[in-house]
């Protein structure tokens, strides 16, 4: 048995407690692991209880890596994996963060791609196809893939995505109109017959507005 001699804070930004037993540094632990496992000077701890609380400390920096990518924006599972193991974390402790987050609610597939085609919709609208592909890219299945982008509307989608551009093509002829807004489009995965429909649609506009 080892007994713990001194709790302390250590220094520098991300503050973890310093646990020394038997009067020497033993190991650092995050914060909320120490004040789960109720530490305090004098308790007498085994080499089997310190193993645990070294696991749990291990799962809870695992976890806490997985917060702050949450901070930023929404992760699919597939995604939050990739990114838990390129931080270095084991396989273990990455399926036990996966399955409180998703317990938690914070991690669930279904929202992630409903966000995801949502925020395509208002910032940069994109073909149903090429939103699949993109959600496929995030480990998203295609059942949930189906479910969340069957009301994608490429005719309406590709209209708002060429608007912003048509406007900026003040001085062109038809041709370099086509050209460009063909590209543009093209580029967020629209087939040729939307393309050249929206095309016609915007040039219509452009003519309307210039006689009027």
Not at 139 to 150: F, H, K, M
Request: glycine share 4%.
């Amino acid at each position: 048995m080892n007994k713990i001699t001194a709790l302390s804070f250590s220094k520098g930004r991300n503050k973890k407690i310093n646990v020394s037993l038997d009067g020497k540094r033993a190991f650092s632990l995050e914060v909320d692991v120490a004040l789960k496992e109720k530490l305090k000077v004098g308790q007498e701890i085994s080499a089997k209880q310190i193993e645990a609380i070294k696991k749990a400390d291990y799962q809870q920096q695992c976890y806490s890596a997985a917060a702050r990518l949450l901070c930023y924006r929404p992760r699919s599972e597939h995604e939050m994996r990739q990114r838990l193991t390129k931080l270095g974390f084991d396989t273990d402790a990455i399926e036990w963060v996966l399955t409180k987050l998703k317990d938690q609610g914070l991690l669930n597939d279904i929202d992630f791609a409903a966000f995801w085609r949502d925020t395509r919709q208002s910032l940069s609208p994109r073909s149903q196809w090429l939103t699949k592909m993109e959600l496929k890219q995030k480990g998203i299945s295609t059942e949930i893939i189906d479910q969340v982008t069957n009301n994608i509307s490429d005719k309406d989608n590709a209209y708002n995505a060429a608007k912003k551009k048509a406007l900026s093509l003040k001085k062109t002829d038809y041709q370099l109109f086509r050209r460009r807004l063909g590209e543009y489009l093209k580029r967020r995965g629209f087939g040729y017959n939307v393309l050249m429909r929206t095309i016609e649609r915007l040039w219509q506009e452009k003519q309307d507005s210039q006689t009027s």
